[in-house]
Nanobody, 121 residues
Framework: QVQLVESGGGLVQPGESLRLSCAAS????????MGWYRQAPGKQRELVAQ???????MYADSVKGRFTISRDNAKNVVYLQMNSLKPEDTAVYYC???????????????WGQGTQVTVSS
């Protein structure tokens, strides 16, 4: 069994920064990819940033140059450093992990509980 625990959300003013963290724990053999999605009210959940294989990253166009995704491979923690936050970044942010379990076959996808990021005005 695998669980993801997110932290770091909050309320900030435009231009400020936040860092989200997501820790994966449980029977993990290998993590193939970790990413961050977000969902605003009335909108579809969208991919914000992704890190594959421990070092290959990609970003949504809307956050390029402002957000940075990183991973602590030894601790199975993924971070999302969010700088120059804008009101349009307001959403619930969800951690997503694709992994191979120690005692299961094939890949599995897990989701964090979500953390609220609110950028005023």
């Amino acid at each position: 069994q695998v669980q993801l625990v997110e932290s770091g959300g909050g309320l900030v003013q435009p231009g400020e920064s936040l860092r989200l963290s997501c820790a994966a724990s449980g029977s993990i053999f290998n993590i193939n990819a970790m990413g961050w999605y977000r969902q605003a009210p009335g909108k579809q959940r969208e991919l914000v940033a992704q890190i594959i294989g421990g070092d290959s990253t990609m970003y949504a166009d809307s956050v390029k140059g402002r957000f940075t995704i990183s991973r602590d491979n030894a601790k199975n923690v993924v971070y999302l450093q969010m700088n120059s936050l804008k009101p349009e970044d307001t959403a619930v942010y969800y951690c997503n992990v694709v992994l191979t379990g120690r005692f299961t076959i094939g890949l599995a996808t897990y989701w964090g509980q979500g953390t609220q990021v609110t950028v005023s005005s």
